[in-house]
């Protein structure tokens, strides 16, 4: 009886997360996923097709990745989307984007940035952000739809979290998770590092910003895009350090941490916080992927995956996607073992 509860509970988890049990792809996909179909590809004046700080999830068999949107100071875009209706390689179909919320404008962007995509029920919440390079002056936005792949469905729900000036962080590079009995937000990029904060309801953040992570090189504190989940007795952050965005001499590489709680503290393998730049490199430049980095995590068919873009040296630089098994060794570390 006690196996049969694990089992029935093992499969409401993953049907909570809105992801297939068998169906395709089921126990297939390993390693350094072969990955197809419109993955990222730039041609000046002929295709504009962004993987940008890429979120994944699924939804009733079919899985997504929402990016960063179009760069187009004139005509700003929102974040785009693509689908696959089978494996996490793909074959991916480029759906568009999202349209621009007008209260974005506000906060002089050339684009969405980095989203993240969680779902509550039958809910799904989108969260990007609205800046541009080199200033705080930044929003988290929220939407929300019961339906992801239809485009038109999310309904805009205006900015959720603020900052300029005055603060000490950046609100940009959102992350929602529940750890069971409460929702938080982590966010934040350069400044003074990685943040969190507790939510009242998914669009109200409340309570003390608590110090996550920073870059030991502090300032500029080069650290963005956390990404926090259980395995196991542990909680992990990933986040990425150093630069992104400068095509194949960018240095992005994606850092790890653990805490056996959901707030932390966050210890490197060698116990140092990563409060106090402290951080293990999981994955950094290989091969052809050059600037490895702004990692989003999905748990399926009984595996954990991580997606992250990359710039391909093979063609001149171009930003693609990379879905990768994410390894555990014998410490209970991630790990990525094909090139």
């Known amino acids: 009886m006690f196996a049969l509860k694990a089992v029935a509970a093992a499969l409401l988890s993953l049907t909570m997360l809105g992801t297939p049990v068998g169906g395709p792809g089921s126990g297939q996909e390993r390693g350094k996923l072969p990955m197809t179909g419109a993955i990222g590809d730039f041609v000046p004046g002929v295709i504009d097709d962004p993987v940008h700080d890429p979120t994944v999830f699924a939804d009733r068999g079919t899985y ?8 187009n100071p004139a005509d700003p875009g929102g974040i785009f989307a693509r689908r696959s209706r089978g494996k996490l390689a793909g074959p991916w179909e480029s759906l568009g984007a999202i349209a621009l919320p007008g209260w974005t404008r506000a906060y002089g962007v050339s684009h969405l940035w980095a989203p993240h995509v969680v779902q509550r029920g039958s809910w799904f919440y989108l969260y990007y952000a609205a800046s541009s390079f080199g200033t705080n002056t930044s929003a988290i936005g929220a939407a929300r ?11 805009d729900l205006g900015p959720i979290l603020t900052s300029d000036g005055s603060k000490n962080y950046n609100a940009i590079d959102p992350m929602v998770f529940n750890d069971g009995r409460q929702w938080w937000i982590t966010f934040g990029s350069f400044w003074d590092g990685i943040k969190m904060q507790r939510l009242k309801d998914m669009t109200t953040p409340y309570g003390p910003v608590l110090d996550v992570a920073r870059h030991p090189q502090n300032p500029p504190d080069p650290i963005e895009n956390p990404q926090i989940f259980q395995h196991g007795r542990y909680w992990y952050l990933l986040a990425s350090w150093d ?22 503290p966050y210890l490197d393998r060698d116990g140092k916080p990563l409060a106090r730049g402290g951080g293990t490199i999981v994955l950094a430049s290989r091969g052809n992927q050059i600037g490895t980095g702004a990692p989003d995590v999905i748990f399926t068919h009984g595996r954990w995956y991580m997606v992250h873009h990359y710039y391909d040296a093979n063609a001149g630089g171009v930003i693609r996607m990379q879905i990768r098994e994410i390894e555990w060794d014998r410490a209970g570390w991630p790990r990525f073992s094909e090139n």
């Open 64 to 71: 997504y990745v929402f990016s960063t949107g179009v760069l």
């Open 145 to 155: 739809t019961r339906t992801p792949g239809i485009l038109s469905s999310w309904h």
């Open 243 to 264: 630069f992104c965005c400068q095509g194949v001499n960018s240095t992005y590489k994606t850092v790890a941490g653990r805490a056996t709680r959901p707030d932390g």
